[in-house]
Every structure is written in structure tokens, then in C-alpha cells.
């Protein structure tokens, strides 16, 4: 166990320190005692969503994406703007301030609730990991969503330790409700997500490098990214733990040690199974405060294999919590049944 002294010292000795940060809360202790080292530049770089799509424009000059002040959003012409189009913050967490626009109505109740959402969450995390004060306008991305963990060794070289098939309940949900991982999930995408996550590392220059991407592929087979998030993999420990769970490795020493899964071997005897992080996101439109519980266990007995349910204070953080499941394929109507849930259910409101 290394003093935070020595911790500070032992990075700055090494040209790319290896890293890995279980929030985003820490993206501020690096900028305050590791300055020096390339990784402040390097996180802001993936954070920051309009200097990300600034940096792979090349791969996607056609690709339509604008930032713009929080205090200008109200003066912005819709008719200017490509629809459908979706508004995020620049520097952002959780699916927080993200909204799908298709018409000039919802632009104007986006704007309603945006101002909203923000006096709600913006106390929840520092600016490193959720700044409000600037969004971006981008094009709108069709196709299957994915959400890959990996790392870049100390060559550079990527190596991919999950891949999670986002669903969502329709077109319009841009919620994080169900992330699921399977057989047919990665045979299907290991080799054409690896290649991808190169040519991103090579315009990023990043080694020693652990990153979350959510990605999809569109109907013509290109593939774009939404987001990379660095330093982590899945918010919260949920994805890097769910393949802990479901495959039997460890991706946190995978990177560490700069190991490779051998997925061949790994998904021998997983034909048929989906193992998914359900996030219980606060969706029943009842605020927190007006919530006396949440009953877990009537939710656990709507899967037929819960591995495991990680409560969160739903009374601090917009979530009741996290339920880790395995699903064998021909049941998927239990996953069915909580995409098209808003909870509302399992709770009890204060009288």
C-alpha cells in the first residue's frame, strides 16, 4: 500500500503512469498532482465531447456536430440545426442532460427541462466529470449501440475486455436501462471493435490507457462513436464486474498486467446464456424525496438468476441501484419486462 506521497511521486517517474480510477470523481486529483504527466491532457481530450469529435473528424468529415454555451441554447435558430439531433453536455456522466430532439416541440420542452436537470445533478459530481455550463449538437446516430472495455498496453496496442449490446425500450429511449454481454455479442464484434479502437488510439497517442466506449454501428456497417470515457471502464464498476462475473476473469489485472483474454477458451459452454447490468434508474417520475422505499426483493423475483444487486442511496444519486443477471436467450421477456418498466411498482411514496 503506497502513501499518497508515493503514489504521486511513483507516477510522475514514468512517462505514461498506469492508472485506473474507479470514479470519475478522481479525474480531479489527477489534474491537481499529476500536471506534468501526459494524462490530464489525455482524459480532457475523450472527456471532452466536442474535442473528441474534433479529433476523429478526419475519419468522418461528414459527421454534423456544434457546441454551443448553456446560455445560448435559448437563442439557437432549430431551423439551422440537422434533425434528428441529440444535445449533451460537453463534459458529461450517466445519460445526464442528454436528449434526442426530432422536432421543433421537443426542442422547446428540452429547453424546459434541461435548466431543470441541471440544478438537480449538478451538485452530484465536480466539473471534471460533469460540466453543464457547455453542450454539443450532434448528429444523431442510428444503429445497434455497444459499449466496449478496454485498454491500450505500453505499445499502444488495444486489447478489448467486454463488449455489453445496449437496448433500448424504442426509438426515442436514450436511457441506460439494460447492457447486455454474450457468446454472439463479442465472437460477433471482437475483431471489427478491435480494429476501430486502433485507429482511435493512434489519433489519441494514448498507451497505459483504460477506456469505456459506447459505440454503434449504423445499418450501412459504418462504425461511430458516441463516447469514450477514459481512465474507467463501465460507471459505477458495472461492466468490468459483470464480466468478472459472467466470464471468470479479472479485467482490472488484465490491464494491470497487460493480459489478453482468451476468448475462445473463455466462451466455451456460454451458447445460449446473456448476462446483463440492469441500471435501476429513477424513472418513475416520483422525486426521491417523495419515495419511503424501494422493494428490492419484489424485483429480484422477477428474474429467474439474479448474480447480483448492488442498492444505491436513490435518496443522493438518481438510481435505486444496479441487478447483474443471467437470462438464458429464449427468456428474454424478463429483460422485456424492465426495459418497458418505469419502476414505478417497486415503491412506496411517503404518505
Known sequence: MLSEEQAIAAAKLQDNPQLYLTSENSINWIAQHLPSTPLPDKINLFKDKLRFRQLISPLYPDFYFKGVDINELKQLNFDTIPTPFILKPCVGFFSMGVYKISNRNEWDRCIELIFDEIEQVKSLYPLEVLDTRSFILEECIEGDEYAVDAYF???????????????????????????????????????????????????????????????????????????????????????????????????????????????????????????????????????????????????????????????????????????????????????????????????????
Not at 464480466?243 to 473463455?266: A, H, R, V
Open 153 to 351: 498496453d505500453s505499445a499502444g496496442k488495444p486489447t478489448i475486455l467486454g463488449i455489453f449490446k445496449h437496448t433500448f425500450a424504442s426509438q426515442d429511449d436514450v436511457s441506460d436501462r439494460v447492457y447486455t454481454t454474450s457468446k454472439e455479442i463479442i465472437e460477433n464484434n471482437l475483431e471489427e471493435f478491435s480494429q476501430f479502437i486502433a485507429k482511435i488510439g493512434q489519433l489519441a497517442d494514448v498507451k497505459n490507457f483504460p477506456i469505456h466506449l459506447e459505440l454503434r454501428r449504423r445499418p450501412d456497417g459504418v462504425i461511430l462513436p458516441i463516447e469514450v470515457n477514459p481512465m474507467r471502464f463501465g460507471g459505477w464498476c458495472t461492466t468490468a464486474d459483470t464480466t468478472f462475473l459472467s466470464y471468470g476473469f479479472n479485467p482490472y489485472d488484465y490491464y494491470f498486467s497487460q493480459k489478453k483474454p482468451d476468448w475462445n477458451e473463455i466462451l466455451t459452454g456460454k451458447e445460449g446464456k446473456l448476462y446483463s447490468i440492469i441500471v435501476l434508474d429513477n424513472s418513475t417520475g416520483v422525486n426521491s424525496e417523495q419515495i419511503a422505499s424501494f422493494d428490492y426483493n419484489q424485483l429480484l423475483r422477477k428474474f429467474k438468476k439474479p448474480m447480483e444487486l448492488r442498492k444505491i442511496d436513490y435518496h443522493s444519486y438518481p438510481v435505486f441501484g444496479f441487478l447483474i443477471t443471467e437470462t438464458q436467450a429464449d427468456n428474454f421477456t424478463e429483460l422485456k419486462y424492465i426495459l418497458d418498466s418505469n419502476l414505478s411498482e417497486f415503491i412506496t411514496t411517503v404518505n
